[in-house]
C-alpha cells in the first residue's frame, strides 16, 4: 500500500458640574494635525488612566483635551465615564447629551444613555435610544446586544394563524429568527402582499442562528421556496471563539456575529453559500505570546472537545509582535476547517477573515502583481480568476474534521480540480521567470538591486510547497503516485530542503519511489 500523505498545512496567512470652557493652552499655535494627534493622545492617556483606577489624572487629561478641541465629542465621553466612577448620573448624562450634539462619536453617545433609561426604567426610551445609535452604526456590536436584550424573544410555541399578529410580534422582537420564521411562513402560505417584507426580514435574521439553528435551516429551505437566488444555497456553520481580547468589548458576542454575517457578500457569493455562526465561546490566551501560532496552540489546548463538523474560527485582537514581517494577520489549514483571525480594534468587517474562509476551499496566495483578495499585502477584495475556479470547483465541500479525502474529494471533480492547481502552480513560476528577467535588467545599472529582486524571487515559498503537496495527494487519489512522487519532491524545494516540511514531504516520495519499485512499476 502506498504511503498516505497528511495535508494539514498552516498558512498563511465621567465630571461632575458643568463643561470647562476652553482655555488658553501653549499649543494654540500647533497646526490642526498636530492638534488632533494631541488629543487623540491626551483622551487614549485619560483612558489607561481610567483604566487603572487612577480618576483624577484621568479627569485631567480628559479636560486638558476638551479645552485643545471644544468640539470634539471624545473628551466628553471620557468625562462621562469620569462622573460614573464617582457616582455623578447628572452630570454623566450631561457629558453623555452634549457628546451627542457634536457628532464625531458614532453610537456611543446613545449607547451609554440608553444605559440610563435602563437604569431609571424606561425601558421604551432606553429601546429608542439604541435604534437612533444602529442607525448612526448599524455595525455597533453593544447597541445590537443592548437592543438584543431588551426586546427578547417570544414563546417558541407556534403563533396562532394571524399573519398581522405575527407581524407585530416579529417587529416587536427584531432579534428572535423564529418569530421572524413563523411570519414568513404565514406570509408565504397566504402568498400575501407582505411576503416579500417578511422573507426579507426572515433573510435579515439569519445573522442570530446560533440562538436557533432549527429555525435558521427552517428559514434557508423557505427562502429556497420562494427566490431563485436562494434555490441551492449550502449553508456552512461556524463555531466561534473569542480570546480575552475579544472578549473584553461589550457585545462580543454579537460582534463575532456580525463578522460572519460579512462573509456572505464576498465568499458567501462566490460560493453560492450561506455562512451562519453554531456556537459562540471564548477561551483563554493570557499564556500565549503575540504570534497567531502560540495564540493558537493556547486556542487548541482549552479545547476540550471540538464540535463535530463545521468551521472552527477563533479570533483575537492581540497587537501584532513589534518585530517587523514576524506576524501574520491570520492563518488557515488549507482545505481544512480551522482558522485563526487577527482583528484590528473595533473590527466589524474583516477582509483577513474572507481571505482565510477561502483558505479553507483550496484557495492560494497570490503575487502581488494580480489585484485580489488572495493577496496577503493588497486590499483588493475582488477573487481572481484562478482561485475561483479553484474554490468553485470545492463549494459542496464538507467540514466534518476527516481531512480532504473524506471532506473534499467526494465533492469535488477531482479531475478538473488536479488542472486547476497545476496552472496555478505554472502561472506562479511565470511570475517568477519574469522577476528573474526584471533582475536582468536591473544588473545593467544596479547589482544591489538586480540582487533583492532575484533572491526575491527564488525565495522558499512554503505556501506554494503546501499546494504541490494536495497536488500529490489528488494525484494519489487517482492512483497516479509516480506523479505524485514528483509533486512531494517539488513540495520538499518549495518548503526547504532543511526544514521539517520540506523533510518530511521528501520522504514520502521516496517512500513512493520504493513502494513502486517493489511493485516492478519503474
Not at 484621568?58 to 466628553?76: C, D, I, N, T
Not at 402568498?191 to 422573507?199: G, T
Not at 473584553?248 to 456575529?257: C, D, N, S, T, V
Not at 524571487?457 to 504541490?468: K, N, P, Q, S, T
Request: some cysteine.
Amino acid at each position: 500500500m502506498l504511503p498516505a500523505i497528511a495535508v494539514v498545512a498552516t498558512i498563511s496567512a465621567g465630571c461632575a458640574g458643568a463643561p470647562l470652557e476652553p482655555r488658553p493652552d501653549a499649543t494654540a499655535q500647533r497646526s490642526s494635525a498636530e492638534e488632533s494627534e494631541l488629543v487623540r493622545s491626551l483622551v487614549s492617556l485619560g483612558e489607561t488612566a481610567l483604566a487603572r483606577g487612577d480618576v483624577a489624572s484621568a479627569e485631567e487629561r480628559f479636560e486638558r483635551a476638551l479645552a485643545l478641541a471644544p468640539g470634539s465629542a471624545a473628551p466628553r465621553l471620557g468625562l462621562a465615564r469620569v462622573a460614573r466612577r464617582r457616582g455623578d448620573l447628572v452630570a454623566q448624562r450631561e457629558w453623555l447629551e452634549q457628546a451627542a450634539l457634536q457628532g464625531g462619536a458614532g453610537a456611543a453617545p446613545q449607547i451609554a444613555l440608553a444605559g440610563l433609561e435602563v437604569e431609571a426604567g424606561r425601558r421604551d426610551r432606553a429601546m429608542e435610544l439604541l435604534a437612533e445609535a444602529l442607525e448612526r452604526d448599524p455595525e455597533a456590536p453593544s447597541a445590537h446586544a443592548a437592543l438584543a436584550g431588551l426586546s427578547g424573544r417570544v414563546s417558541r410555541r407556534p403563533l396562532p394563524g394571524d399573519a398581522e399578529a405575527a407581524r407585530r410580534l416579529a417587529q416587536a422582537h427584531p432579534y428572535d429568527l423564529f418569530a421572524a420564521l413563523q411570519w414568513a411562513r404565514l406570509e408565504a402560505a397566504a402568498d400575501s402582499a407582505a411576503v416579500d417584507a417578511a422573507l426579507d426580514t426572515l433573510a435579515d435574521r439569519l445573522w442570530l442562528a446560533d440562538g436557533d439553528r432549527a429555525s435558521a435551516r427552517a428559514g434557508v429551505a423557505l427562502l429556497a421556496t420562494r427566490r431563485r437566488e436562494w434555490v441551492g444555497r449550502r449553508i456552512v456553520w461556524l463555531h466561534l471563539y473569542g480570546d480575552e481580547t475579544v472578549r473584553a468589548h461589550e457585545g462580543w458576542q454579537m460582534r463575532l456575529r456580525l463578522l460572519v454575517r460579512g462573509q456572505n457578500e464576498g465568499p458567501g457569493a462566490v460560493l453560492d453559500t450561506v455562512f451562519l455562526p453554531a456556537s459562540i465561546a471564548g477561551f483563554a490566551a493570557e499564556r500565549a505570546s503575540a504570534r497567531l501560532e502560540s495564540i493558537e496552540r493556547e486556542w487548541a489546548d482549552g479545547v476540550r472537545r471540538w464540535p463535530r463538523d463545521g468551521v472552527l474560527a477563533a479570533f483575537t485582537e492581540r497587537p501584532p509582535p513589534r518585530r517587523p514581517g514576524s506576524f501574520k494577520a491570520g492563518q488557515a489549514e488549507l482545505l481544512g476547517r480551522r482558522m485563526i483571525i487577527r482583528l484590528a480594534p473595533g473590527e466589524t468587517d474583516s477582509r483577513t477573515l474572507a481571505h482565510e474562509v477561502l483558505h479553507l476551499y483550496g484557495a492560494v496566495h497570490i503575487r502581488d502583481e494580480v489585484d485580489s483578495l488572495m493577496n496577503p499585502a493588497g486590499d483588493s477584495h475582488r477573487l481572481d480568476a484562478a482561485n475561483r475556479r479553484i474554490v468553485v470547483l470545492q463549494r459542496e465541500r464538507r467540514f466534518g474534521g476527516g481531512g480532504p479525502a473524506t471532506d473534499v474529494f467526494p465533492y469535488a471533480d477531482v479531475e478538473a480540480l488536479t488542472a486547476a492547481y497545476r496552472e496555478l502552480l505554472a502561472l506562479n513560476l511565470t511570475f517568477r521567470q519574469i522577476g528573474l528577467g526584471r533582475a536582468l535588467e536591473a544588473a545593467e545599472t544596479s547589482r544591489y538591486h538586480a540582487a533583492d529582486i532575484a533572491s526575491e524571487e527564488v525565495a522558499l515559498d512554503e505556501h506554494f510547497g503546501d499546494v504541490a503537496r494536495f497536488i500529490a495527494m489528488l494525484l494519489l487519489y487517482r492512483d497516479r503516485p509516480a506523479e505524485a512522487a514528483l509533486f512531494l519532491n517539488g513540495a520538499s524545494r518549495l518548503y526547504g530542503r532543511s526544514t521539517p516540511r520540506g523533510r518530511e514531504a521528501l520522504r514520502n516520495s521516496n517512500d513512493i519511489h520504493r513502494a513502486l519499485e517493489a511493485r516492478g512499476d519503474l
